[in-house]
């Protein structure tokens, strides 16, 4: 049984599709040929060149590697990771089909095996960092080999997920014959580094704390509720110095490992109404189920939900106006680097 990472869109603009058909795609543009008919990666690269005529040589071979495994090496059995971009998550799944090829598409789904999801939403957090490093590089199709990745994810999916627990002695571990240090995404590695010393000093109602910081760098006035017992909500919040402007929100602040159901949301719902709020807003560190965004479309003026994607995105907006005893806590430099550009 392989490993294979297979990424639903440089931007996650595909992750619904992947998730509510339990299929995966072959998403390059255009590519409305049947693999199976392509004997060797250099057909596959031949192929390319004519079909992306602008496009590098270099390019072009680092394609064909990505997409000639999904149609000839990857089999029935084989477990499949989709790393998130919607929220801090993986869906983990086991391929239960072979190769098929639709002529028609729609474009740009020609390509696809058929997936049984066993892994909804897991937590990033729950993967040990040498399996984040590896699944953070930016090719959209490959084989995960290094740090035992085969037993461990195994090993996570008997224990429920639940997180590793195993001491990990080297966190820049490569993706072999594929991933190199110029492969991975930094952002989204910096990212899992900054979450995770959050979820070291900001446990439990802490996570609370920082977010009432956040918000109060905003400009809002708050109150939050003692540890235990919150009636509903962690943070009452209203803007303006003494908080009696607008909006008044109504937060609610999970940091638990297990992504966060439709039910538990709609109790903040109610809770906006007991206590006269305006809004609410729903901050699940782990995400939330599949479902839950979408069923919530019918209450989109009244609750907003933010999984550690959101909270991490308004942190580095207004890390500079905390609390300084909060920054002492989570002491954070801006650095610039290169971005990623298309290989020679």
């Known amino acids: 049984m392989a490993i294979w990472l297979v990424r639903a869109g440089s931007h996650g603009e595909y992750e619904q599709k992947f998730i509510q058909e339990s299929r995966i795609y072959v998403t390059w543009d255009h590519l409305s040929t049947n693999l199976k008919q392509l004997n060797a990666r250099e057909d596959i690269a031949e192929?390319?060149?004519?079909?992306?005529?602008?496009?590098?040589?270099?390019?072009?071979?680092?394609?064909?590697?990505?997409?000639?495994?999904?149609?000839h090496e990857m089999k029935k059995g084989d477990m499949v990771v989709v790393p998130l971009k919607s929220q801090p998550a993986i869906y983990v799944g086991e391929l239960t089909s072979d190769y098929h090829f639709e002529s028609n598409g729609p474009a740009p789904f020609y390509h696809w095996r058929?997936?049984?999801?066993?892994?909804?939403?897991?937590?990033?957090?729950?993967?040990?960092?040498?399996?984040?490093?590896?699944?953070?590089?930016?090719?959209?199709?490959?084989?995960?080999?290094?740090?035992?990745?085969?037993?461990?994810?195994?090993?996570?999916?008997?224990?429920?997920?639940?997180?590793?627990?195993?001491?990990?002695?080297?966190?820049?571990t490569l993706v072999e014959g594929t991933v190199s240090g110029d492969d991975a995404d930094l952002e989204e590695l910096a990212h899992d580094q900054i979450a995770q010393l959050i979820s070291a000093r900001f446990k439990g109602h802490g996570l609370a704390r920082l977010v009432e910081a956040i918000l109060q760098a905003q400009g809002y006035t708050t109150y939050r509720s003692p540890e235990g017992s919150d009636g509903g909500a962690d943070i009452l919040a209203g803007n303006g110095p003494l908080g009696f402007g607008t909006p008044r929100l109504c937060v609610e602040v999970k940091s638990e490992a297990s992504p966060i159901d439709r039910p538990t949301v709609d109790k903040l719902l109610g809770?906006?109404?007991?206590?006269?709020?305006?809004?609410?807003?729903?901050?699940?560190?782990?995400?939330?189920?599949?479902?839950?965004?979408?069923?919530?479309?019918?209450s989109f003026f009244r609750v907003r939900l933010w999984s550690q994607k959101e909270l991490l995105e308004q942190l580095f907006v207004y890390?500079?106006?905390?609390?300084?005893?909060?920054?002492?806590e989570l002491p954070l430099k801006r650095i610039w680097t290169v971005a990623a550009q298309e290989k020679e």
């Open 114 to 172: 058929a997936i049984k999801w066993v892994g909804e939403a897991i937590p990033r957090a729950h993967f040990g960092k040498d399996l984040l490093f590896s699944l953070g590089a930016f090719l959209t199709i490959c084989r995960v080999q290094r740090n035992n990745a085969e037993a461990r994810i195994t090993a996570m999916r008997a224990s429920g997920w639940k997180p590793e627990t195993i001491a990990i002695a080297a966190a820049a």
């Open 271 to 298: 809770a906006v109404g007991k206590f006269n709020a305006q809004e609410g807003l729903f901050i699940s560190w782990s995400g939330f189920k599949s479902n839950v965004q979408k069923e919530l479309a019918a």
């Open 47 to 71: 192929f390319l060149t004519l079909l992306y005529p602008n496009a590098k040589p270099r390019t072009v071979q680092n394609w064909s590697s990505q997409i000639w495994p999904f149609a």
């Open 319 to 328: 890390y500079e106006r905390l609390d300084e005893d909060i920054k002492a």
